[in-house]
């Protein structure tokens, strides 16, 4: 017995001990020892059917599959497999590091995050798509999204469906107090201090204050929507100004004030979310996927709900709006023949046609101009026409490779400032000096 | 061997050869047989590592393709030293562990010592006591991060219909209490595993020992402390030793129930190393990163079987 213990003590030590670095290194392999290129640039195009893989995270509109045989249909001897991701995102963002750091071809078209096109640009990893489309083309697109794409002067993606920052608010309990939807920060507050208690609610306000990427998202519209700005177009760090402390402040002070659940810094999507469906709250700061869940059966608020652009703060001019959204990317390891029938797919996931049937099947965000005042979108979202505005206006994330690491700074710091462990001064200090550190490192 | 065989006779010689040949053939035969088992530990465990220890001294930015890979040294462990938010994680990580292993072997012995006694329906109770364990941790993280929810919560409602609170507190929001509600969700989780190891422990100890000692009249306590505690001390460590380990490397929990927040305060060793490498793609400072947790490992694994003696046999 003495023996077998110490045989499996020891035994089961080497093993953790092993799994300990086993854990890291695995996500090492691809990156040390890159896998010979496997495409099938032998082969002739005319002969064989090309089949495209397209990897998108779980899509529960169930449009991208259909638009996938519409394609199909449109396009004989291309074939398109399509490949369902881990939903979350930092999951996804994992999975292609992996697979297009090792120059994997498994995948030829995939759907990408709009913070990822910077940073996997400039990894080389996605076929710049500038030489595929026309100036025109691309005009049609919202302004927006495309930039968010664009990295260094080239196109790394095609938006595909897009998402921004929006306040929801209770119309019934605004209109019985006989006030309009809040335009500026200071109207929300005193509006919120009101009305909270009124019809039922608990809060004020409920947004996303967790120490994740949603974060960094609503403390940009105060940002943003206080004059304020993190990056400059040629990647100078412009964070330290009074716009920005003072939106900082307001948005910490709006975050400790009793306007808002204890807990409000714990929220991410979901939390918010049920809080307002539950008629809890008055206002409610989320993306445009929050109006099918407010108008859903179970939802407490259904037709009592109003949509508005984020407020703007005391200094600045123009509401703001964090823009969300996903996107397509080619892998650039793939053969020429497959690119191109790549191109095509892309063309027409894009295209006015599919995008109105993802709008009008899956109440999704188009990425054309033009799909705003279309009648089919509208009738089957009719939302959609008074959300063009926010949409023509939002902006995308700091546009830089290392957005990853600039979104943790601003995670970090802003959650310490909200959550009361440094002044809103300090954060912006040290996020002025912590990100102008990155970005100066990177460029060496 | 024909020189020597002058000395001996033919057939000790001839039987001496016999012997070497058979021995030799026998270690040879211990090599084939081990073999495999070697190739497989060189493959997945001592390759990895040597790997990664080799890539902690390159700079390896997957984003920066044009950097290509230099070899810098121990200049990411120079900077990991001046790294406020290093030193925050490792002194998170030692906190985790040392609070939660301690509480974990507080609850585990007396646990043990209860199922380990003989009552009506142990086999139910011995059981139940493992569904912690057998819970995959990733559920039973959201299960309590649901559980500490402000609003929602089953812990708020609770304690504020008992009385000790008089308003809902938000658990995992602020940096008082967060590290302290993984920490309760981590003993909740391995309590079950320290308690089953210290029983497997428990139940080696003769019955006859305890006998013999009521016959000399010792106590109950003297019984405790005399008998139950030595002898079960070899299960004890070698449960402290795993759970120890298992500590220092958490991640799962923490990632899913707050992510490392609020404002870094529950950041651990492990989180930091993944953030490094799969977020920002930074492979020579998150292979540094993983050294250092290895490294830590090795010491804590060095000091419970060199100064406390995990070892039945030196007992």
Same mark, same amino acid.
């Given at each position: 017995?003495?023996? &077998?213990?110490?045989?499996?003590?020891?035994?089961?030590?080497?093993?953790?001990?092993?799994?300990?670095?086993?854990?890291?290194?695995?996500?090492?392999?691809?990156?040390?020892?890159?896998?010979?290129?496997?495409?099938?640039? $032998?082969?002739?195009?005319?002969?064989?059917?090309?089949?495209?893989?397209?990897?998108?995270?779980?899509?529960?509109?169930?449009?991208?599959? @259909?638009?996938?045989?519409?394609?199909?249909?449109?396009?004989?001897?291309?074939?398109?497999?399509?490949?369902?991701?881990?939903?979350?995102?930092?999951?996804?963002?994992?999975?292609?590091?992996?697979?297009?750091?090792?120059?994997?071809?498994?995948?030829?078209?995939?759907?990408?995050?709009?913070? *990822?096109?910077?940073?996997?640009?400039?990894?080389? *990893?996605?076929?710049?798509?500038?030489?595929?489309?026309? @100036?025109?083309?691309?005009?049609?697109?919202?302004?927006?999204?495309?930039?968010?794409?664009?990295?260094? $002067?080239?196109?790394?993606?095609?938006? #595909?469906?897009?998402?921004? $920052?929006?306040?929801?608010?209770?119309?019934?309990?605004?209109?019985?107090?006989?006030? !309009?939807?809040?335009?500026?920060?200071?109207?929300?507050?005193?509006?919120?201090?009101?009305?909270?208690?009124?019809? &039922?609610?608990?809060?004020?306000?409920? #947004?996303?204050?967790?120490?994740?990427?949603?974060?960094?998202?609503?403390?940009?519209?105060?940002? *943003?929507?206080?004059?304020?700005?993190?990056?400059?177009?040629?990647?100078?760090?412009?964070?330290?100004?009074?716009?920005?402390?003072?939106?900082?402040?307001?948005?910490?002070?709006?975050?400790?004030?009793?306007?808002?659940? @204890?807990?409000?810094?714990?929220?991410?999507?979901?939390?918010?979310?049920?809080?307002?469906?539950?008629?809890?709250?008055?206002?409610?700061?989320?993306?445009?996927?929050?109006?099918?869940?407010?108008?859903?059966?179970?939802?407490?608020?259904?037709?009592?709900?109003?949509?508005?652009?984020?407020?703007?703060?005391?200094?600045?001019?123009?509401?703001?709006?964090?823009? &969300?959204?996903?996107?397509?990317?080619?892998?650039?390891?793939?053969?020429?023949?497959?690119?191109?029938?790549? /191109?095509?797919?892309?063309?027409?996931?894009?295209?006015?046609?599919?995008?109105?049937?993802?709008? /009008?099947? &899956?109440?999704?965000?188009?990425?054309?101009?033009?799909?705003?005042?279309?009648?089919?979108?509208?009738?089957?979202?009719?939302?959609?026409?008074?959300?063009?505005?926010?949409?023509?206006?939002?902006?995308?994330?700091? /546009?830089?490779?290392?957005?990853?690491?600039?979104?943790?700074?601003?995670?970090?710091?802003?959650?310490?400032?909200?959550?009361?462990?440094?002044?809103?001064? !300090?954060? /912006?200090?040290?996020?002025?000096?912590?990100?102008?550190?990155?970005?100066?490192? #990177?460029?060496? | 061997?024909?020189?020597?065989?002058?000395?001996?006779?033919?057939?000790?010689?001839?039987?001496?050869?016999?012997?070497?040949?058979?021995?030799?053939?026998?270690?040879?035969?211990?090599?084939?047989?081990? %073999?495999?088992?070697?190739?497989?530990?060189?493959?997945? %465990?001592?390759?990895?590592?040597?790997?990664?220890?080799?890539?902690?001294?390159?700079? =390896?930015?997957?984003?920066?393709?044009?950097?290509?890979?230099?070899?810098?040294?121990?200049?990411?462990?120079?900077?990991?030293?001046?790294?406020?938010?290093?030193?925050?994680?490792?002194?998170?990580?030692?906190?985790?562990?040392?609070?939660?292993?301690?509480?974990?072997?507080?609850?585990?012995?007396?646990?043990?010592?209860?199922?380990?006694?003989?009552?009506?329906?142990?086999?139910?109770?011995?059981?139940?006591?493992?569904?912690?364990?057998?819970?995959?941790?990733?559920?039973?993280?959201?299960?309590?991060?649901?559980?500490?929810?402000?609003?929602?919560?089953?812990?708020?409602?609770?304690?504020?219909?008992?009385?000790?609170?008089?308003?809902?507190?938000?658990?995992?929001?602020?940096?008082?209490?967060? =590290?302290?509600?993984?920490?309760?969700?981590?003993?909740?989780?391995?309590?079950?595993?320290?308690?089953?190891?210290? =029983?497997?422990?428990?139940?080696?100890?003769?019955?006859?020992?305890?006998?013999?000692?009521?016959?000399?009249?010792?106590?109950?306590?003297?019984?405790?402390?005399?008998?139950?505690?030595?002898?079960?001390?070899?299960?004890?460590?070698?449960?402290?030793?795993?759970?120890? =380990?298992?500590?220092?490397?958490?991640?799962?929990?923490?990632?899913?129930?707050?992510?490392?927040?609020?404002?870094?305060?529950?950041?651990?060793?492990?989180?930091?190393?993944?953030?490094?490498?799969?977020?920002?793609?930074?492979?020579?400072?998150?292979?540094?990163?993983?050294?250092?947790?290895?490294?830590?490992?090795?010491?804590?694994?060095?000091?419970?079987?060199?100064?406390?003696?995990?070892?039945?046999?030196?007992?």
């Amino acid at each position: 017995m003495k023996k &077998g213990l110490k045989t499996a003590t020891s035994s089961l030590l080497a093993l953790s001990l092993m799994s300990t670095l086993v854990a890291c290194s695995r996500s090492e392999a691809p990156a040390s020892a890159p896998a010979p290129k496997t495409n099938d640039q $032998g082969q002739p195009a005319a002969q064989k059917e090309i089949t495209l893989t397209w990897s998108f995270g779980k899509d529960a509109t169930g449009v991208s599959p @259909k638009l996938a045989k519409m394609f199909e249909e449109k396009n004989p001897g291309i074939k398109v497999n399509v490949m369902e991701m881990p939903q979350k995102s930092d999951a996804q963002h994992n999975d292609y590091v992996t697979k297009l750091s090792s120059k994997d071809t498994s995948i030829d078209v995939m759907n990408i995050d709009i913070i *990822w096109p910077p940073e996997f640009g400039a990894s080389q *990893w996605l076929e710049p798509l500038d030489s595929y489309f026309t @100036k025109d083309e691309l005009d049609k697109f919202l302004p927006g999204p495309i930039a968010g794409n664009t990295y260094n $002067g080239k196109l790394y993606g095609l938006p #595909y469906y897009t998402d921004a $920052g929006l306040l929801y608010y209770r119309k019934d309990i605004l209109e019985e107090a006989g006030v !309009q939807p809040p335009k500026t920060f200071d109207e929300l507050m005193n509006i919120a201090k009101t009305l909270k208690g009124k019809g &039922g609610t608990e809060f004020g306000v409920v #947004y996303q204050a967790n120490q994740y990427e949603g974060l960094v998202c609503n403390v940009l519209e105060y940002i *943003w929507g206080n004059g304020g700005d993190v990056l400059t177009p040629d990647n100078k760090v412009v964070l330290d100004s009074p716009n920005t402390v003072e939106a900082i402040k307001n948005f910490a002070a709006l975050t400790q004030s009793d306007l808002v659940p @204890k807990g409000i810094t714990t929220y991410i999507e979901d939390d918010a979310r049920t809080v307002f469906t539950e008629g809890k709250s008055v206002f409610l700061r989320h993306w445009p996927s929050a109006w099918a869940a407010a108008q859903g059966e179970g939802s407490k608020v259904k037709g009592k709900v109003g949509i508005v652009p984020m407020p703007v703060g005391p200094s600045g001019k123009n509401p703001a709006a964090t823009l &969300g959204g996903w996107n397509l990317g080619i892998n650039v390891n793939i053969s020429k023949e497959k690119k191109e029938a790549a /191109v095509k797919l892309i063309k027409f996931l894009t295209s006015d046609e599919a995008q109105t049937f993802a709008s /009008v099947n &899956g109440g999704r965000i188009p990425i054309k101009k033009a799909l705003f005042k279309n009648a089919d979108v509208l009738k089957a979202n009719p939302h959609f026409e008074s959300m063009y505005d926010v949409f023509m206006n939002a902006k995308p994330r700091p /546009v830089s490779p290392i957005y990853p690491q600039i979104s943790d700074v601003m995670q970090i710091q802003v959650h310490k400032a909200i959550t009361g462990a440094q002044p809103a001064d !300090q954060a /912006v200090k040290n996020m002025q000096k912590e990100i102008g550190d990155l970005l100066a490192k #990177y460029k060496k | 061997m024909e020189g020597n065989s002058a000395v001996m006779t033919k057939e000790t010689a001839a039987a001496g050869k016999k012997l070497l040949n058979g021995r030799r053939q026998e270690s040879l035969l211990a090599y084939v047989l081990v %073999a495999p088992a070697m190739l497989t530990i060189g493959l997945f %465990a001592l390759y990895p590592i040597l790997n990664t220890i080799w890539l902690s001294l390159h700079e =390896l930015k997957l984003n920066m393709p044009y950097l290509g890979k230099p070899f810098v040294g121990f200049t990411h462990y120079a900077a990991l030293s001046g790294d406020v938010r290093f030193w925050a994680s490792l002194w998170n990580t030692l906190y985790f562990t040392f609070f939660s292993v301690l509480l974990e072997l507080v609850l585990g012995f007396a646990i043990a010592i209860l199922i380990n006694r003989s009552f009506v329906g142990r086999g139910i109770v011995r059981a139940a006591v493992l569904v912690p364990w057998a819970i995959p941790t990733v559920v039973s993280a959201m299960m309590w991060k649901f559980m500490f929810n402000d609003q929602l919560g089953v812990i708020n409602d609770l304690l504020v219909k008992i009385g000790i609170l008089d308003h809902y507190i938000a658990w995992l929001g602020s940096r008082e209490t967060a =590290l302290w509600s993984i920490i309760v969700t981590d003993v909740w989780k391995t309590t079950p595993f320290m308690a089953l190891l210290i =029983l497997a422990g428990l139940q080696v100890i003769p019955a006859d020992i305890y006998e013999a000692a009521k016959v000399d009249g010792a106590t109950r306590l003297q019984q405790m402390i005399r008998i139950t505690v030595p002898l079960v001390k070899p299960a004890v460590l070698v449960a402290l030793l795993f759970r120890t =380990l298992d500590a220092f490397r958490v991640f799962d929990i923490v990632f899913v129930m707050t992510g490392g927040g609020p404002a870094n305060s529950t950041e651990t060793l492990s989180m930091y190393a993944q953030t490094t490498l799969m977020r920002y793609l930074d492979f020579g400072k998150g292979s540094a990163l993983s050294v250092i947790t290895f490294v830590c490992v090795l010491l804590i694994s060095f000091f419970y079987i060199k100064v406390l003696k995990v070892d039945i046999e030196k007992r």
